[in-house]
């Protein structure tokens, strides 16, 4: 019999089935309603976009109005204008009154709403119309959703995914300057979200920058054991499949209490068991991760990196250690000598590769660190 596979790979739909987060949803919707900004951040795949589109569904059942922009592979001031802008039309579509007050607010872009005659499903595209270009764009837009959020009758809350790629701009030092005077302005909050800590905390924490202490900073940590493997448990079973409590746990601590490996490694697993999970399909389903992840290993992290940057990784992954520079580590892992690797663990932390727990060095995805310990020692 075909039986549906419950986990998810994507972020997580709104029915689909989410792991504990109680205090986390109750903590940013009470910030999102209170007005009051966060920048939220964890690595990649712990679940930072799936928890923060529930808290805007939970704001918009409360009254709010909310908005969403991906700033993902953003490549000019005109772009995020029209993101911005195309996250306001596409939020409000749905609620006419609001919809035509956009439509009259943001004069800058005009939305068109186009049907696909074969599959049914309708897209929003956007005219430029005003000739402005350049930040003269982007002032104009942030002052009509400055109107727009006084005159919704609601709290505004405005989720920013990504939001760090505004750093990788030309004029990046700019931009920051005038998202923030508008940020000054206004009683939206603002949830920042992204994946690079480093460039968020710098752009957050720096003095000299635009957004110094402009949002309350809000590390997403990992779930914890006990509730991501009783969660576990709960989508075999509901499924069908048997699964001991202690195998899920097994299943957690080989993922790391990663979110994104853990629902890879339930899928994997569910693919290769029958009637219950076994310990033989958790070990061939841990296997399978691997080798299904060995592209973004090789292609996305290694490849990159300077020779003298991928030796202290592998070393790192071999071997955490509090003093990477030591003459033992240096000789036991064969690298080179202590100024160049000053350098290399400077730029792995700066890649988010590397950071420092408890004053040890150690790989930021333990899932990568067991791969490279397994083919590079
Ligand atoms: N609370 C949760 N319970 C179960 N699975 C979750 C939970 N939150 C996220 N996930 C899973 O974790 C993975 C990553 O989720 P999501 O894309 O939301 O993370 P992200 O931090 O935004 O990732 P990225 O850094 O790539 O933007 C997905 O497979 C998703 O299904
Ligand atoms: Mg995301």
């Not at 607010?105 to 595209?125: E, Y």
């Not at 033989?280 to 940057?309: C, G, H, M, N, R």
Request: charged share 25%; hydrophobic share 40%.
């Amino acid at each position: 019999m075909l039986r549906k596979n419950p986990f998810y790979l994507k972020v997580l739909p709104p029915e689909a089935p989410f792991c504990n987060r109680v205090r986390e949803l109750k903590e940013l919707e009470n910030y999102g309603y209170s007005g009051t900004s966060v920048v939220i951040y964890s690595p990649r795949r712990e679940g930072k976009t799936s928890l923060v589109n529930r808290v805007q569904e939970r704001l918009h059942k409360s009254g709010a109005v909310t908005v969403k922009a991906d700033f993902l592979s953003v490549f000019s001031v005109e772009d995020i204008a029209a993101r911005l802008a195309k996250a306001v039309f596409s939020e409000t579509k749905k609620h006419e009154p609001l919809y035509r007050k956009a439509v009259s607010l943001i004069k800058s872009f005009r939305p068109a709403v186009q049907t696909d005659p074969l599959t049914g499903s309708v897209s929003l595209t956007l005219l430029s119309v005003s000739g402005k270009t350049g930040f003269e764009l982007l002032e104009d837009v942030l002052e009509s959703l400055k109107i727009f959020s006084q005159s919704a009758g609601s709290p505004l809350n405005i989720f920013i995914d990504e939001f760090q790629e505004v750093t990788s701009l030309r004029d990046s030092a700019k931009i920051e300057a005038l998202l923030r005077t508008y940020m000054q302005e206004t009683s939206a909050s603002f949830f920042f979200v992204g994946s690079r800590r480093r460039i968020l905390s710098d752009m957050f924490n720096e003095r000299k920058r635009p957004f110094y202490k402009m949002a309350m900073s809000y590390p997403l940590e990992k779930i914890a054991e006990n509730e991501l493997s009783h969660w576990i448990k709960e989508q075999f079973e509901h499924s069908g499949v048997l699964c001991e409590a202690e195998l899920a746990c097994e299943l957690v601590r080989l993922a790391h209490r990663h979110t994104f490996y853990v629902q890879k490694l339930g899928m994997l697993t569910f693919n290769l068991s029958d009637k219950a999970v076994t310990r033989e399909s958790l070990i061939a389903a841990y296997q399978d991760l691997l080798e299904s992840e060995k592209t973004v290993f090789e292609e996305s992290y290694l490849k990159p990196l300077a020779s003298a940057q991928r030796n202290l990784l592998t070393a790192l992954a071999r071997e955490n250690t509090k003093q990477p520079f030591a003459q033992y580590y240096i000789r036991r892992h064969s690298l080179p000598s202590a100024a160049t690797l000053q350098s290399a663990l400077k730029a792995l932390l700066n890649e988010d590769l590397v950071h420092r727990d408890a004053d040890i060095y150690t790989l930021v995805d333990k899932v990568f660190e067991d791969y490279l310990r397994r083919n590079y020692s």
